[in-house]
Each structure stands twice: as structure tokens, then as C-alpha cells.
């Protein structure tokens, strides 16, 4: 049996992040930190996004990745996936660093996880106009107005949630716009 491209994305991204939780000394080195990155260590706007605080942080930033690949990201090809990746983790990353000034430290795939939750129910709504993403993209405004004031003991950074979903829908909207295709809200 062979693996999806969406898949095959999510087990990696999920392999990155379960190394990063058992090498020792991982989440100093990965994590979105204001000053090694005004000091040039300009990969941490990426990898911040495989760090995670303990492995309660880890399972549920990875069921929720589970979540968004089977539902959302079925037949996707990688030069999608691979660009929604990106556009999301730096999408995020930059908009912490020029909207969030007094932040001084990030991690964990949330910010990422609403990207790929934004870019790919917009973009199904575009493409194919499914009431799946449709929803979709009614439940993910619902948890950013209500649901996103926290998880628990769990420290969240709520806005991290709203930059990465504004990542993923200017993805989508770009994508649209670069193939041509009329945008059709119907």
C-alpha cells in the first residue's frame, strides 16, 4: 500500500517533531526565539514548528495534523503540500515577528496546524466548492472567534492560531489567483 503525498508529508512532519522531542536539548535549539533570530538564526522560522513543550503539546498538535490530512488533504499532490508547508510555517513565524514585537519566544505546530486548516478548506471551496470545506471553514472561524482562548494547562498563544489561518487563506487565494482560474464563491 502506498501512501498519499498528504500523508506522506504528515508522517514526516511528525517524525521531524518526534526527533525533536527526544533529542535532548532540542526545544532551545528549534523553538522560535526573538533574539537568535534578529542574531541571523533565521532556520528557527522554521523549526520552531517541530519543537513542542512536552509530549501532551506534541499529541495534540499531531492529532489535529491527522485530523486535517484525512479530511481536507486527500488527493493533494507535494508541490501543494510542500507549498502550503512553507507559505504557513513562515507565514506564521514573520507575522509573530513584525505583529507580536514583545513576543519573545514560540513553539509547537498549532500556528502551522490552522495554515494547513485555512489553505486547504478554502482551497476546496475554490477548486470544487465542497460543503466539506465549506464546513470546514465555518468550524475553523467558529474556533477562532470562541474556541481559541486557550487549552487547559496547556500554555497557547491564540494569535499564533488567527496568523497561521491568515497564512493558509492567503495561500489559497494566491494559488487561485496564479492558475488563472475565476474565484467563484457560490
Known amino acids: 500500500m502506498r501512501l498519499s503525498p498528504s500523508w506522506q508529508a504528515g508522517l514526516a512532519l511528525a517524525a521531524l517533531s518526534l526527533l525533536a522531542?527526544?533529542?535532548?536539548?532540542?526545544?532551545?535549539?528549534?523553538?522560535?526565539?526573538?533574539?537568535?533570530?534578529?542574531?541571523?538564526?533565521w532556520a528557527r522560522l522554521l523549526?520552531?514548528?517541530v519543537a513542542h513543550l512536552d509530549a501532551h503539546h506534541l499529541l495534540?498538535?499531531?492529532?489535529?495534523?491527522?485530523l486535517i490530512i484525512d479530511l481536507l488533504m486527500e488527493c493533494w499532490r507535494w508541490h501543494a503540500l510542500a507549498s502550503l508547508l512553507l507559505f504557513s510555517a513562515l507565514g506564521t513565524s514573520l507575522l509573530l515577528w513584525f505583529c507580536?514585537?514583545?513576543?519573545?519566544?514560540?513553539?509547537?505546530l498549532s500556528g502551522l496546524l490552522h495554515g494547513l486548516w485555512?489553505?486547504?478548506a478554502l482551497d476546496g471551496c475554490l477548486r470544487r466548492r465542497s460543503l466539506l470545506h465549506a464546513g470546514a471553514l465555518l468550524?475553523?472561524?467558529?474556533?477562532?472567534g470562541w474556541l481559541n482562548q486557550g487549552a487547559g494547562a496547556m500554555p497557547v498563544l491564540p494569535v499564533a492560531h488567527a496568523y497561521g489561518a491568515a497564512s493558509g487563506l492567503l495561500w489559497a487565494?494566491?494559488?487561485?489567483?496564479?492558475?488563472?482560474?475565476?474565484i467563484r464563491l457560490e
Do not use: S
Open 100 to 108: 507580536e514585537p514583545g513576543l519573545q519566544w514560540y513553539a509547537g
Open 173 to 182: 487565494l494566491l494559488r487561485r489567483a496564479l492558475t488563472g482560474a475565476p
Open 60 to 66: 495534540f498538535n499531531l492529532l489535529g495534523l491527522a
Open 21 to 41: 522531542g527526544v533529542l535532548p536539548g532540542a526545544l532551545p535549539a528549534l523553538e522560535w526565539e526573538r533574539h537568535a533570530i534578529a542574531d541571523g538564526q
Open 47 to 49: 523549526t520552531a514548528h
Open 139 to 144: 468550524a475553523l472561524a467558529i474556533k477562532l
Open 118 to 120: 485555512a489553505g486547504a
